[in-house]
């Protein structure tokens, strides 16, 4: 497995089987030349079977924080430490990129991404709600 930044919007879209649409072009330039957003893609045999993707997320008072925004994993490939893997190697950007730290929403049923995000290191740090606004 190999583990890379990806930095074009062909990278991209040759992993769109691995997010929940397509990878339009359009939005795809604008998150790589978005400062802040990062997308981790892992190959096996040249072909991409995971992604992780982060938002560095700022604020006056705290400084810089990752937020992990999602992560996949084709389903032939996983329970195989990928997503651990993918995880590990985003907090590990976060930290050279100096953040003082990463977070994941996920949702309090969802085992497998409990499991994967424990197994990377992650703490529970208790529940809350998340609330959202539709589009009109």
């Known amino acids: 497995m ?6 074009t919007v062909a990278e991209l879209q040759a992993a769109e089987g691995l997010f929940d649409g397509p990878a339009r072009a359009d939005w795809s330039e604008r998150f790589l030349a978005a400062p802040g957003h990062l997308m981790l893609i892992a190959y096996v ?5 995971g992604m992780v993707s982060g938002i560095e ?6 400084g810089t924080e990752m937020c992990l925004y999602e992560l996949s994993v084709d389903e032939g ?7 651990r893997a993918l995880t590990e190697a ?17 949702d309090t049923d969802n085992e497998a991404a409990l499991a994967t995000y424990r197994a990377a290191g992650a703490r529970d740090e208790g529940v809350f709600r998340m609330l959202g606004w539709p589009r009109p």
């Open 45 to 49: 045999d040249g072909a991409p079977v």
């Open 77 to 83: 490939h996983r329970r195989r430490g990928l997503g």
């Open 90 to 106: 985003l907090a590990a950007e976060a930290e050279a990129r100096g953040c003082y730290g990463m977070w994941v929403g996920v």
């Open 2 to 7: 190999d583990i890379r930044t990806a930095r």
């Open 57 to 62: 997320m700022i604020h006056p008072d705290k």
